[in-house]
């Protein structure tokens, strides 16, 4: 019995061994007899890496003079015309201010009256009734001086027994009687500077002469002056034309001196940088192009047609020669200009659940290797780790078949 099992165990372990080989056998096979996957191939260099992004904009000045109908009327001259240069003071436009005239007439007379009522309260009312009472008031000075005089001389007398008590009381009393008709007049005087009038007053003229300076700039703004030396490059009004108060006039500004508003996509916008440097170009002279920096960053997100973009403004250094206000454009930022930095081609990059990955080549085989990566273009992408100069990594298969960790690959270079 034992023999027999011993037996039946080394056939087992046979048979067991004569499978596991031809398993073996066959997988041996299979690996040597698969086609290997062509792929095209890149090597890990070193290299400068240029990243950019581009937007559209409106070129305007950086410091624009608009001049607005100050109210509804007739333009009466034009002086000037678009793409004239100017000197600061020079007579632009004109509007017929026959009755902005007249309103600063009326609101001249109302400050006048208004500053005679403050006169007045602060002097204690009219004239007349000022002078009557100030009369009243010498009168019974005099009085009061000749009677205190009087009883100086009856005292005086009493005393050497020539005057009598009853004379000097009497005396006495015209003196007091003299004293309190003073006081009484001083307190009406005094009582006629009422502080509420005066402050009514004082209101009143405040209100006047802030109605004399609006009446007096409106006739100002009709006849439109260049605040400062510059080009009229927008008169969007005709000579004799009526125009609402409000209306854009024209416009001025040191054309020299322009800047574009960017329009910058929601996910662009975290790349951007103040003084990044930006290249402006314009269709209309596709030979020419501009050199500015980006001067002020997106404070919102707005809603511009179908995409929400963070508005900034660019500066332009160059000389902005055949560049005009209110131009479409289109803006190129460098958002990174990195040296001598380890590249791969952008192809070559994988993303699966937010981590980076690339497929090596090793002996033929293709490994899958995981990288960090910083900045990137249209082409190219920056390696921080994972991969070393020189080594290969794949870019795709020729055929059009999925790349994966294991396979075996023929070259195409």
């Keep these: ?40 191939v890149a090597t890990v260099h070193m290299g400068n890496l240029l990243s950019t992004v581009s937007t559209n904009g409106k070129v305007q000045p950086q410091n624009n003079f608009e001049a607005h109908a100050p109210f509804p009327g007739l333009i009466k001259n034009i002086y000037v015309h678009p793409g004239q240069t100017v000197k600061a003071g020079q007579l632009l436009l004109t509007m017929d201010d026959s009755q902005a005239e007249a309103n600063l007439a009326s609101a001249y007379a109302g400050l006048k009256g208004a500053q005679a009522s403050y006169d007045m309260a602060l002097a204690g009312g009219p004239a007349e009734s000022r002078l009557a009472l100030a009369g009243q008031i010498s009168s019974t000075r005099a009085d009061l001086s000749q009677a205190q005089s009087d009883l100086t001389a009856l005292q005086k007398l009493q005393a050497t027994g020539a005057s009598s008590p009853s004379e000097v009381a009497s005396a006495q009393q015209r003196v007091s009687a003299d004293e309190s008709a003073l006081q009484v ?19 009143a003229l405040n209100q006047a002469e802030q109605a004399y300076q609006a009446a007096s700039a409106i006739v100002a703004q009709s006849n439109v002056r260049a605040p400062y030396s510059g080009t009229v490059y927008n008169i969007p009004v005709s000579q004799t034309e009526y125009v609402q108060g409000g209306a854009l006039l024209l416009e001025v500004a040191n054309l020299d001196h322009l800047q574009v508003l960017a329009y910058f996509d929601e996910p662009e916008i975290g790349k951007l940088a103040l003084n990044q440097p930006v290249t402006v ?14 001067a002020r960053m997106p404070s919102t997100i707005i809603n511009y047609g179908t995409r929400y973009v963070g508005e900034a403004l660019v500066n332009i250094e160059s000389k902005p020669d055949l560049l005009i206000p209110d131009t479409n454009v289109t803006l190129t930022v460098t958002v990174a200009n990195l040296k001598d930095v380890l590249i791969v081609p952008r192809e070559a990059l994988h993303i699966e659940q937010g981590k980076s990955y690339v497929y090596r080549v090793v002996q033929g085989i293709l490994r899958r290797t995981p990288v ?3 900045e990137l273009n249209l082409t190219d992408v920056q390696i921080v780790s994972g991969l070393k100069a020189g080594q290969v990594v794949a870019l795709g298969a020729t055929n059009g078949q999925p790349l994966g960790d294991g396979l075996p690959v023929d070259v195409e270079r």
């Excluded at 046979?14 to 499978?19: D, S």
């Excluded at 502080?195 to 209101?203: L, N």
Aim: no cysteine.
């Design 185 to 203: 007049l001083k307190q009406r005087q005094q009582a006629q500077i009422n502080p509420m009038d005066v402050a009514h007053a004082k209101a």
């Design 281 to 294: 170009h314009w269709d209309a002279k596709p030979n020419n192009s501009w050199k500015g920096y980006i």
């Design 1 to 40: 019995m034992a023999i027999n099992i011993k037996q039946n165990f080394r056939t087992t372990a046979l048979v067991t061994g004569f499978v596991v080989a031809l398993i073996l056998i066959f997988i041996a096979a299979r690996m040597l007899l698969r086609s290997k996957l062509p792929v095209r």
């Design 372 to 374: 960090t990566v910083g």
